[in-house]
């Protein structure tokens, strides 16, 4: 029973009011085990907070020195998300406790139901017990194994490895051992034992009472197995793999950094040597290819379209006229045209026919179509036209 | 006789004699593990070379070692790892997954506290000597080119992890001296 006189609103209301210097004196007791004297009066020489914190029974003493309360030490490490994490040792005494308890309430009289009951509640709480332990550990293993994977406290890549090795050994294998439900001696095994004991005496215990604390004791385990089970798969599924991770990485890391000291040192990797030379291997083709690309400059390249290439060929009417005003009457015009532009040019465009052509519609020109309806072909360079016989002469 | 070879025997010989590593995802790989006794006593009586066939690659070494390169692509990958992992990335992930641009990696080199290291390198201490060394190790498939200015690591890069490891193992130990070169791997890493 506490002898606490205070309300309980009081003391919670201390608490948020002198919380950081509350904190602070727990940061003493995490770091130094206890909270010297000389601590206590230096954060009390502020606000002297020494009474409230002895007449809440937050703190206790030790010898001259203080510690804070295992139930307020409990509860300020929740609310900071600063817990410590527990030996798997100790987890493991809860083997021990839940099986005491198991035999007890299995060799109970059934008509002994008033403590059956008791047994019963007291079970439960003990598993409650474990399962806040295991949870409180696989939290802070994951929270501390991103912190170190993030290298927050930038400590050395072997000091890495020496922390991920140690958590291995002392704390994520033991506690997955205490989790495997399939290893016959752990607690995970124990409390399926007893959730098949609960299951067998919910339906069939005479006293209805007890039966339901069993079936209330069942459902609980349950759960609790559920959830033993994802905080397992957490530890092999995520924190081994990632534990694993940091500690390879460190290791190359610190080893890379101890060759990058003298390179010259150590004795790299033995490789084959490229055994005799020929000039034909392909070899010294890339080796020669290297060596020019080591001095080949790259210039940017330019594209531009052919026919501004080439000088614009540009329509002189004038001239085409004379020539042809020199040569009427023609008796077929198109003929004419192609051999115009056959014997000026080597390749003839479309273009240049089609200029040429243009010829016709001249006033001082009288047109004549061949009345037979003759036609003939002329090539250009990109097709053939079939074009009617043009007779013409000046007017 | 040629029935009595195996199956592409020419190219196994002609590749593994080049200082190539072949890895598991070529045929001839398959080939070599069928035919890893055969092979291991053809090169060690023919040119008293040990082969290392690995899950991932197999390859020639002899006591007659190209140490300049070795030496090299351990500086580099030394430097590449230390940056990776500063730039607060996984490195063995990028290693093994990651494509590298050039222009990435002049950046890490370019601005890396081992600077001295890389500029004291003939193959490593600018850009077109890079390009160079780039080249060495596609030939010797360390690498594997997937563009112009860009490439992947090949499994072959693990023989130099784990020389790294090496290193790390035995100055834990307090051993000074390290002999990576001599002994042949385990790896045994993820």
Same mark, same amino acid.
């Given at each position: ?74 509860? %300020? ?150 959830? %033993? ?40 990797? %033995? ?87 243009? %010829? ?36 | ?74 500086? /580099? ?75 992947? /690591? ?5 023989? /130099?992890?784990? /020389? ?27």
């Amino acid at each position: 029973m506490s002898n606490i006189q205070a309300e309980p609103k009081t003391i919670l209301r201390f608490l948020v009011q002198h919380f950081d210097a509350i904190a602070e004196l727990l940061q003493e007791q995490r770091k130094e085990g206890v909270i010297k004297v000389e601590f206590l009066n230096k954060v009390c020489a502020v606000t002297d907070i020494r009474l409230q914190l002895t007449e809440y029974r937050i703190i206790s003493s030790v010898k001259s020195d203080y510690e804070i309360r295992k139930v307020y030490e409990d509860f %300020l490490s929740f609310i900071i998300g600063d817990q410590r994490i527990t030996l798997p040792e100790t987890i493991e005494k809860y083997h021990d406790s839940i099986t005491k308890l198991f035999l007890q309430m299995q060799y109970t009289a059934p008509e002994d139901t008033a403590i059956l009951g008791e047994r019963i509640t007291e079970l439960q709480e003990e598993v409650k017990h474990l399962t806040e332990n295991v949870d409180r550990n696989t939290n802070t293993l994951l929270k501390e194994t991103r912190e170190l994977k993030a290298n927050v406290e930038r400590i050395d890549y072997l000091e890495k490895v020496k922390k991920a090795c140690f958590w291995i050994d002392y704390y994520i294998v033991p506690l997955n051992k205490i989790l495997d439900i399939n290893k016959f001696d752990s607690v995970a095994s124990k409390l399926y034992e007893v959730s098949f004991f609960a299951n067998e005496k919910r339906l069939n215990f005479p006293d209805e009472p007890t039966r339901l604390k069993y079936e209330k004791l069942y459902e609980y385990l349950i759960l609790v197995n559920d959830e %033993l089970l994802r905080h397992s798969k957490i530890l092999t599924h995520e924190l081994m793999p990632l534990i694993e991770r940091i500690k390879t990485e460190s290791l190359i890391l610190s080893g890379f950094i101890q060759f990058l000291k003298k390179p010259n040192k150590y004795d790299t990797p %033995l490789l084959l040597k490229d055994k005799r030379v020929y000039i034909y291997n392909k070899n010294v083709y890339f080796n020669t290819l290297e060596y020019f690309e080591q001095f080949y400059n790259q210039e940017d390249v330019v594209y531009e379209d052919n026919a501004a290439a080439s000088e614009k060929w540009v329509f002189n009417m004038d001239r085409y006229k004379a020539t042809l005003r020199k040569k009427l009457p023609l008796e077929n015009f198109f003929e004419w045209c192609s051999k115009e532009l056959d014997y000026e040019f080597k390749e003839v465009e479309s273009e240049k026919f089609f200029s040429l052509c243009t %010829l016709l519609f001249e006033d001082d020109i009288k047109i004549e179509v061949d009345e037979a309806g003759k036609r003939q072909r002329v090539h250009t360079m990109e097709a053939t036209y079939m074009v009617p016989r043009i007779k013409i002469e000046k007017i | 006789m040629s029935s009595s070879y195996p199956k592409e025997h020419k190219m196994i010989v002609k590749d593994l004699l080049d200082g190539k590593f072949i890895l598991s995802n070529d045929t001839k790989y398959e080939i070599i593990r069928q035919f890893e006794a055969y092979y291991s006593e053809f090169f060690q009586e023919s040119f008293e070379y040990k082969m290392i066939l690995k899950s991932d690659f197999v390859y020639l070494i002899s006591n007659d070692s190209n140490e300049n390169l070795s030496r090299d692509i351990s500086i /580099f990958l030394a430097v590449l790892c230390y940056e990776l992992d500063k730039d607060g990335r996984n490195f063995l992930d990028s290693l093994n997954f990651n494509e590298f641009e050039h222009e990435q990696i002049d950046q890490y080199f370019e601005n890396t506290s081992y600077k001295d290291v890389i500029q004291s390198n003939k193959q490593l201490r600018d850009k077109p000597a890079r390009i160079n060394f780039y080249n060495t190790l596609a030939r010797r498939n360390i690498i594997e080119k997937s563009g112009d200015d860009r490439f992947l /690591f090949t499994p072959a890069y693990k023989v /130099f992890v784990e /020389f790294a490891q090496e290193i790390a193992k035995s100055k834990s130990a307090g051993d000074e001296e390290v002999t990576g070169g001599s002994k042949e791997p385990d790896y045994s890493m993820n």
